[in-house]
């Protein structure tokens, strides 16, 4: 448990959203509410601008109209107490390969305050199954291995808002199983957590709601009964107008 939780909040709300880059629009006038304890996938294609929506939600970056709401506060309300309530796994896995999985954890452990930081990161390296492998350098790991401690990386300081870009990318199936079966788990305890990713597959099942994006604005997927890939296929063609 984190030596300080932060503020807490059961929703998360964004009201005319919008990004820019120069004279790109990544988002657009993005208007979206996620619960506690809602799963939901970000769906579209590459450049629709998923990622910059989770980017704005993690407060690395900043809105260029519009505002995201904390449980009705702002990030600039909040301030740095915004962050000790949100975990983010991007691209990016943010592990140093010249320490051991046990070191990583310790150091971004510390770096969020974590209290009874021995049974915390115990706790994690047996939620990714890495308790074997807790002595070893994380250069060694495959990429699968590297993402379950990533996760558990990202999990560590119990967060609130937690944000997935690609997380499927690269795993095998018993990784994707374990990746799974811990959001499952998670949304169960009330966590909000988003996914922005390619693989319906491994989403199928899994999400409670999906969200489509394309060209920055927004809009939930077809209602039916079909897969999500075909829901997400219906919603594209769609009038977006």
């Known amino acids: 448990m984190a030596s300080s939780a932060g503020p807490d909040f059961d929703i998360v709300e964004t009201r005319d959203l919008s990004r820019f880059y120069g004279r790109r629009k990544a988002l657009a006038n993005v208007s979206l509410s ?44 909040l301030g740095d107490a915004a962050r000790t309530r949100i975990g ?91 990746l799974v079966a811990r959001l499952r788990q998670l949304g169960g305890r009330g966590t909000i957590v988003l996914i922005a990713t390619h693989d319906f597959d491994s989403a199928d099942g899994l999400v409670t709601r999906g969200v489509c994006f394309r060209n920055g604005r927004t809009r939930d997927l077809a209602a039916g009964s079909g897969t999500l890939r075909a829901r997400y296929r219906a919603t594209l063609q769609e009038d977006w107008t």
């Open 88 to 178: 983010l796994l991007g691209h990016e896995l943010f592990l140093y390969g010249d320490l051991t999985a046990r070191e990583n954890l310790e150091f971004f452990g510390r770096l969020h305050g974590v209290t009874d930081l021995d049974a915390r990161v115990g706790d994690a390296l047996a939620a990714a199954r890495l308790e074997a492998r807790g002595g070893d350098r994380v250069a060694s790991f495959s990429r699968g291995l590297r993402q379950r401690l990533a996760l558990e990386r990202a999990l560590l300081h119990a967060p609130r808002l937690l944000l997935l870009d690609e997380p499927f990318t690269g795993l095998d199936d018993e990784s994707a199983e374990l």
């Open 34 to 77: 996620f619960k506690a304890g809602e799963l939901v996938a970000l769906f579209g294609p590459n450049g629709a601008g998923k990622s910059t929506f989770l980017g704005v939600l993690s407060t690395l970056l900043r809105p260029s109209a519009g505002d995201v709401t904390y449980g009705g506060r702002t990030a600039q309300d």
